[in-house]
T-cell receptor, first 114, second 109 residues
Framework: DAGITQSPRYKITETGRQVTLMCHQTWSHSYMFWYRQDLGHGLRLIYY???????DKGEVPDGYVVSRSKTENFPLTLESATRSQTSVYFC?????????????FGPGTRLTVL | KNEVEQSPQNLTAQEGEFITINCSYS?????LHWLQQHPGGGIVSLFM???GKKKHGRLIATINIQEKHSSLHITASHPRDSAVYICAVPPFGNEKLTFGTGTRLTIIP
């Protein structure tokens, strides 16, 4: 399917486990982003990537790891999940640098850490 | 203090009413984004604007760069407009967006 997809859509895990959230886009967009959304906060940037093999920290990177070996994939790994990482995670992509390019969002992954 | 402030946080209105959602920001920007988050969670981009006004159907977005303020208006509101509306700005020289906490709009039939 064309567009940006995330998997899984829902995940329940336990404290201390490693979890990987997948993000895949079919547009060959250069920029990809991972956000978390929590009550009382706006979307907060975890990590972003300007191109394959180029990643950088966002506002709340602690406890997360990303990689981007291929342009179309941008997985987010929680190395040792904590309850504070219970959240809804959104992946997004944008075609190119430039403030006027639309940002497209994936459907989100709801993660619960018990 | 959040760089992006939205008001109101929650808004309930009757079908047909004219709706206004406000966004104020504290950083210098060259463009502002309005997003809509559906009850199911999906987020879509509504507008990107850097000056003046943009219109799409019953939605109108305005921005005043000097006053660091933008408004989103909905005319002839309908229950299907019920959603969370989010304002986002990219500070100058920054590719990353800073988001407001959103305005939850509920339109009652």
């Amino acid at each position: 399917d064309a567009g940006i997809t995330q998997s899984p859509r829902y995940k329940i895990t336990e404290t201390g486990r490693q979890v990987t959230l997948m993000c895949h886009q079919t547009w060959s967009h250069s920029y990809m982003f991972w956000y978390r959304q929590d009550l009382g906060h706006g979307l907060r940037l975890i990590y972003y990537s300007a191109a394959a093999d180029i990643t950088d920290k966002g506002e709340v990177p602690d406890g997360y790891v990303v990689s981007r070996s291929k342009t179309e994939n941008f997985p987010l790994t929680l190395e040792s999940a904590t309850r504070s990482q219970t959240s809804v995670y959104f992946c997004a992509s944008r075609f190119a640098p430039g403030l006027y390019n639309e940002q497209f969002f994936g459907p989100g992954t709801r993660l619960t850490v018990l | 203090k959040n760089e992006v402030e939205q008001s109101p946080q929650n808004l309930t209105a009757q079908e047909g009413e004219f709706i206004t959602i406000n966004c104020s920001y504290s950083v210098g920007i060259s463009a502002l984004h309005w997003l809509q988050q559906h009850p199911g969670g999906g987020i879509v981009s509504l507008f990107m604007l850097s000056s003046g006004k943009k219109k799409h159907g019953r939605l109108i977005a305005t921005i005043n760069i000097q006053e660091k303020h933008s408004s989103l208006h909905i005319t002839a509101s309908h229950p299907r407009d019920s959603a969370v509306y989010i304002c986002a700005v990219p500070p100058f020289g920054n590719e990353k967006l800073t988001f407001g906490t959103g305005t939850r709009l509920t339109i009652i039939p």
